[in-house]
């Protein structure tokens, strides 16, 4: 396409269910009004929101309208995802073009993956800081999608495309930016109550979430936020094998401050410290005793920084420190053995230059990053690696309605050497209505701790995984050619894409002792990905508009021939959307995915998931909504045994927002 936990207690929980019967902000990176601002303004003033041009800072590492963007960008904006009954960011963007669910193996979980590519090869950001890749390092995870919580976020970027000549390694499949919300000069907030409520046939899933955020001046250049979020979504029991549970629970508490000082129009500084603890319980039987237990795994966040932007008359620079980490810890009952705890630390510095020459946009930077784990299976219990890099990007202005962006980046790992990741990418303005762009981008993933580090031995299950410090990053080369098209109430757009992955990092037998084999990370694989991304627009009525976006992805894992597993060959997402000017609105969504070939062979059914939800704002201040997902109450499990990951069953849920 173009373009502590504190549960909610059962009573607070009724009183949301009883009221609910009866924002303007600015983005991290610029001191612009954000666009979901922008469109409260515009439609105070009577201008459709429509009419508003999207933005995205992720592709160039400055602002810039999606459609001319060197890359392909969606945007989902603060109020969609007010909108949907959201747990994480996952739920946020698993309606975005060329993204598929992708299975864990374990308690329901899923990760998604980005045309075609592992989940490990999509880069996750908090306003352009990259977060611990805890889901390449923690087995069966999926725990990279809780870092912020959505009454902070602003909007979600995703790049789908190798964009490692900006961001080094892990940028692959794609970018997932979350931009955070900043106040303007006045205060302002807001406070979401929110529950669910499972279906008759479902055996568990109740929760509920309450969240704040507030932000404003405090004084001569200086200005603050604070954000906190607790909320608890109940486990669902297996109906067939009630010592199950099909989905795991969740119980989360997240808080977060920062501050900005702006001293005059030319300097700015920012720091800020996020925090949070996050509970997963599931019930699960032990495969050795057959004995039942409750699986509990404790997560433990928290991502500090400080950011300095300077302007020095053409030349915008920007200078950032920041950590994050993540610390998980497993607790079993009923004697049965907790899996090893695991901390990983990220550390990093990087900044960057950029101003006007002539018909060129320059940028040049540099990162250091500081990776470390601490596991039992290293040697001396933790190991470390440091990252260098340096980058550059050139836009070229070759005309009125012609730009090209051509950059590349050289990275340098302490175990495995250097890694040069070129772009080169075309955008022609051929009318007003008509953007036609594309481009080539190769990309690279470093391998983890636990793969590269040749101290690394681990034996917790009933096989052995060692180290190798002789495994090579994973590296791939895509292609992409597309356009987007508007005119009045129509939009077309259309994306073709090509990816080549080598050097795909899985494991090798060694041997094998009794019932236990001994595996070696090294580089086998080679995968080749193909696709295309349509979508169409139509606003066909007053307050009306209906959008559709088809994914077609074709696979193929080039050692074997086969295709590749768990990787629907056709996604398609169709949404009606209606408002009017007395405040109401409602949305009815048909979401389809098709058939997918399992590790066995099997191939797994298609499935279509229907829901509904309306909503009203009564007033400048207070807003609710109502709505039902999965309408027709789908299981996977009674579709196949061989999902590796599950949907909640029908699930009614309403929320109340008051804005100030």
Request: with cysteine; aromatic share 8%.
């Amino acid at each position: 396409m173009i373009g502590g936990c504190c549960a909610i207690r059962p009573i607070a929980l009724a009183a949301l269910l009883a009221c609910a019967g009866v924002a303007s902000a600015q983005t991290a990176t610029s001191d612009a009004p954000s666009p979901d601002a922008a469109a409260k303004a515009a439609s105070e003033a009577g201008v459709p929101a429509t009419s508003l041009p999207q933005v995205t800072v992720t592709a160039t590492k400055h602002e810039q309208e999606v459609r001319a963007a060197p890359a392909s960008v969606t945007v989902v904006g603060r109020d969609a995802i007010q909108d949907k009954a959201s747990d994480d960011l996952m739920s946020v963007i698993e309606e975005v073009p060329g993204l598929t669910l992708s299975p864990r193996q374990v308690s329901g979980r899923k990760t998604f993956s980005l045309r075609g590519m592992d989940s490990r090869h999509t880069l996750m950001l908090i306003d352009g800081r990259r977060i611990s890749a805890s889901d390449d390092v923690v087995g069966h995870s999926n725990y990279q999608y809780g870092w912020v919580p959505l009454s902070a976020v602003e909007r979600v970027e995703v790049i789908r495309g190798p964009l490692s000549a900006l961001y080094g390694s892990e940028a692959l499949g794609g970018v997932v930016n979350v931009i955070t919300r900043w106040p303007t000069d006045q205060w302002e907030g807001s406070v979401r109550l929110s529950g669910q409520r499972a279906g008759a046939h479902a055996w568990g899933g109740d929760g509920g979430k309450a969240a704040v955020y507030v932000g404003g001046p405090v004084g001569q250049g200086l200005s603050v936020r604070l954000n906190a979020e607790t909320g608890r979504t109940g486990a669902i029991a297996d109906r067939d094998s009630p010592r199950y549970s099909e989905i795991e629970g969740r119980q989360a508490t997240t808080g977060g401050i920062a501050a900005r000082y702006q001293p005059n129009a030319r300097h700015s500084f920012e720091a800020g410290w996020q925090q949070g603890r996050e509970e997963r319980r599931y019930d699960d039987v032990d495969a050795r005793s057959r004995k039942p237990y409750e699986n509990l795994y404790t997560l433990d966040r928290s991502h500090g920084y400080a950011q300095w932007n300077g302007q020095f008359g053409e030349v915008t620079t920007q200078l950032r420190a920041y950590r994050s980490a993540i610390d998980v810890k497993n607790a079993r009952t009923n004697g049965v053995a907790p899996t090893r705890p695991q901390d990983l630390k990220d550390v990093v510095g990087d900044g960057f230059a950029q101003w006007r020459m002539g018909a060129h946009r320059i940028t040049v930077g540099g990162e250091w990053r500081r990776e470390s784990l601490v596991n039992a299976g290293l040697k001396g219990g933790k190991d470390a690696a440091s990252h260098q890099a340096l980058f550059a990007q050139d836009e070229i202005s070759l005309g009125s309605n012609l730009v090209a962006t051509l950059g590349g980046r050289l990275d340098r790992h302490e175990y495995f050497g250097s890694q040069f990741s070129p772009r080169a990418y075309l955008v022609w303005e051929a009318t007003p209505q008509l953007i036609v762009k594309g481009g080539f981008g190769s990309a690279f993933k470093a391998p983890t701790l636990k793969q590269v580090s040749p101290n690394y031995v681990g034996a917790e299950g009933p096989h052995t995984f060692r180290g190798n410090e002789n495994v090579k990053p994973e590296t791939s080369r895509s292609f992409e050619i597309g356009a987007d098209w508007q005119s009045g109430p129509f939009a077309l757009r259309g994306t073709l894409f090509h990816t080549r992955v080598k050097d795909l990092i899985t494991v090798r037998l060694l041997g094998v002792q009794g019932t236990r084999r001994d595996y070696l990370y090294d580089n086998v694989n080679r995968a080749t990905m193909r696709g295309a991304e349509l979508g169409f627009a139509w606003a066909f009525g007053p307050g009306l508009k209906w959008n559709n976006d088809l994914t077609l992805l074709r696979t193929r894992d080039d050692a074997t021939g086969k295709e590749l597993t768990d990787r629907p060959r056709h996604v398609l997402h169709s949404q009606v959307q209606w408002q009017n000017a007395g405040g109401w609105n409602a949305r009815l969504g048909v979401d389809f995915t098709g058939s997918q070939r399992t590790a066995t062979g099997s191939r797994l059914p298609s499935y279509t998931v229907v829901g509904a939800s309306v909503g009203q704002q009564i007033n400048k201040m207070l807003s609710w909504r109502a709505g039902i997902d999965n309408l027709g109450d789908v299981r996977l499990s009674e579709k196949s045994a061989d999902f590796g990951y599950a949907l909640r069953g029908r699930t009614y849920h309403v929320s109340l927002r008051a804005d100030f």
